[in-house]
T-cell receptor, first 111, second 113 residues
Framework: DAKTTQPPSMDCAEGRAANLPCNHS???????VYWYRQIHSQGPQYIIH???NNETNEMASLIITEDRKSSTLILPHATLRDTAVYYC????????????FGQGTELSVKP | DGGITQSPKYLFRKEGQNVTLSCEQN?????MYWYRQDPGQGLRLIYY???????QKGDIAEGYSVSREKKESFPLTVTSAQKNPTAFYLC????????????FGPGTRLTVL
């Protein structure tokens, strides 16, 4: 079972920041938080991951709370092409570090 | 051009036939994975391989088989024993198993008629 919970859907205006929340209250001390997104009928695309500290790359920022029980993915200037299902995943250690995907958040970016 | 390729993108088969899905990567990754996705659902792990000539069952391996004879290739066979084979199949690879980021191919949509 997925170790994360996310809202099923969110809307965001084009050009504004999209903030996608994720709860992972049972995360273990050495488990990483990963974010992927999937556009319909395509393979998931890696976005970012982190352990304790906040992380930023060219796609997004990841803010992890101090107790590590929740995190937020931030897309700073959402575009229509960011419309996708976003998955927050706690990476397990067994089975080769498999990814356990939950239902994700369907983000709709509107003009 | 580096990446993961899966072919074909769409595949149709009659019930009772075995079918093999291709997955190739030129990223020099040691680990490869197969996931299955059903409509409106997340991905579930079928098989994974952390090194050539070795592979392990994932959470839903029944009715599937794999081989890993070459580092760059990890084909998945959907056998007639798989009760509900119609699904979207995704292959992924990572530098090694465990902590390294997994990167996904474009997927193969299998429809069994």
């Amino acid at each position: 079972d997925a170790k994360t919970t996310q809202p099923p859907s969110m809307d965001c205006a084009e050009g504004r920041a999209a903030n996608l929340p994720c709860n992972h209250s049972t995360i273990s001390g050495n488990e990483y938080v990963y974010w992927y997104r999937q556009i319909h009928s395509q393979g998931p695309q890696y976005i970012i991951h982190g352990l304790k500290n906040n992380e930023t790359n060219e796609m997004a920022s990841l803010i992890i709370t101090e107790d590590r029980k929740s995190s937020t993915l931030i897309l700073p200037h959402a575009t229509l092409r960011d419309t996708a299902v976003y998955y927050c995943i706690v990476r397990v250690k067994n089975q080769g570090g498999k990814l356990i995907f939950g239902q994700g958040t369907e983000l709709s970016v509107k003009p | 051009d580096g990446g993961i390729t899966q072919s074909p993108k769409y595949l149709f088969r009659k019930e009772g036939q075995n079918v093999t899905l291709s997955c190739e990567q030129n990223l020099n990754h040691d680990a490869m994975y197969w996931y299955r996705q059903d409509p409106g659902q997340g991905l579930r792990l079928i098989y994974y391989s952390q090194i050539v000539n070795d592979f392990q069952k994932g959470d839903i391996a029944e009715g599937y088989s794999v081989s890993r004879e070459k580092k760059e290739s990890f084909p998945l066979t959907v056998t007639s024993a798989q009760k509900n084979p119609t699904a979207f199949y995704l292959c992924a690879s990572s530098m090694s198993g465990g902590r390294d980021t997994q990167y996904f191919g474009p997927g193969t949509r299998l429809t069994v008629l």
